[in-house]
């Protein structure tokens, strides 16, 4: 059985990962090597961004329930 603290965020984790990839692979594929671009030019601040997106992009998805 998973853990309720997982099961409630699963979507808000799930994109955390996913962004923290993504954002990875763009730095790695396509950063900016000149160091004038504040996100990409290093791979700690191109991860912690796409971390970020992912997890605000999917956390719309949960289902917001109001237990009385």
């Known amino acids: 059985m998973l853990n309720p603290f997982i099961k409630k965020y699963r979507f808000s984790i799930l994109g955390l ?12 594929f396509f950063g900016c090597v000149s160091g004038t671009c504040k ?9 912690l961004y796409g971390g970020i997106m992912g997890l605000l992009l999917l956390s719309n998805f949960e289902s917001k329930t109001n237990k009385s």
Not at 17 to 27: N, P, T
Not at 39 to 47: E, M
């Open 17 to 28: 990962f996913l962004g923290m990839i993504s954002g990875f692979a763009y730095y790695y």
């Open 39 to 47: 996100i990409t030019s290093s791979p700690i601040n191109s991860t």
